[in-house]
């Protein structure tokens, strides 16, 4: 019985110095890598202070216009800081990108359109543009505003057109087909009821989440997507440097479909399945 309970005693003992010493370990752990943390978040402040100071040579030249339509996403809350915005779309205009547009989810900077272009100089509306920019315009910077629900209205107008032609077919003596491959006829449809929209090179994401909050993924084929956080904390030397990337990657494209886009060609022939099957049922 003595050796048992010595022998359980022994167990309890080492289990708890191996508990001590992974608690330990975890300690350091998160240590190491916080420190680490901050070493690159010192870096990174320190290379866009020089990089504002015109101190790094290489940053000097900056290849701008091979940044021919550049979108930004805004987190809807710190959208709402309109002087931020302004004054970041000045530094793009001094840079040379003078085709962007602006998303936020919600729409505050789509109701603050005209605030915006009030404090730009010759700063147009992509709607008072006669026909849709893709080269730089250098006597003018065009803006271009979306919301989140221009994005799903898009989808559905589009869905419908493409089931509406597909009920034509089928009244001249064609089938219905609800397996229809949607990508070509939406691609197209997109273009008529006008939410096609060139497409970014180059998309900048402000806020604290890693994602483009819902930017219109048909658009985003071959766009290279940048974090640069929080809108409030943003530098001059960071969005130089984020164009200095773009401008040195070689990019090889391919028939490669990211995933918002698979879904949303899911989508549209989910609402054309939907209807077709309706209409029979009807008829």
Not at 52 to 57: A, D, H, I, R
Not at 191 to 202: N, Y
Not at 245 to 254: D, G, K, L, M, S
Request: aromatic letters at 12%; hydrophobic letters at 40%; charged letters at 20%.
């Amino acid at each position: 019985m003595d050796f048992r309970h010595g022998a359980h005693k022994f167990s309890r003992c080492i289990v708890t110095i191996a508990d001590l010493w992974l608690g330990l370990l975890w300690y350091f752990l998160q240590i190491i890598v916080s420190a680490w943390y901050s070493i690159v978040v010192v870096g990174n402040l320190l290379e866009s202070y020089f990089i504002s100071l015109g101190v790094l040579e290489k940053y000097k030249s900056l290849h701008s216009e091979k940044v021919q339509y550049l979108a930004i996403v805004i987190e809807s809350e710190e959208a709402c800081q309109i002087s931020e915005v302004v004054k970041l779309l000045k530094w793009l205009d001094s840079i040379g990108v003078k085709n962007v547009c602006l998303y936020d989810m919600n729409g505050v900077l789509k109701k603050s359109k005209e605030t915006i272009l009030q404090n730009l100089k010759n700063a147009k509306s992509i709607q008072e543009v006669s026909q849709v920019v893709t080269h730089h315009a250098h006597d003018h910077m065009t803006l271009e505003f979306l919301s989140y629900v221009d994005g799903k209205e898009a989808v559905a107008k589009a869905a419908n057109l493409v089931f509406v032609e597909n009920l034509k077919q089928h009244s001249l003596g064609g089938e219905l087909d609800a397996q229809i491959s949607l990508e070509p006829h939406l691609n197209e449809a997109l273009q008529i009821v006008g939410s096609k929209g060139p497409e970014p090179d180059l998309l900048l994401v402000y806020g604290p989440v890693r994602t483009h909050l819902g930017f219109p993924a048909w658009r985003l084929r071959y766009t290279e997507i940048v974090h640069m956080g929080s809108l409030k904390f943003m530098t001059y030397g960071s969005l130089i440097k984020a164009i200095y990337n773009f401008t040195r990657v070689h990019q090889n494209y391919a028939d490669y479909k990211i995933n918002e886009h698979v879904n949303f060609i899911a989508a549209g022939q989910r609402y054309v399945k939907n209807n077709v099957e309706k209409y029979r049922f009807y008829q």
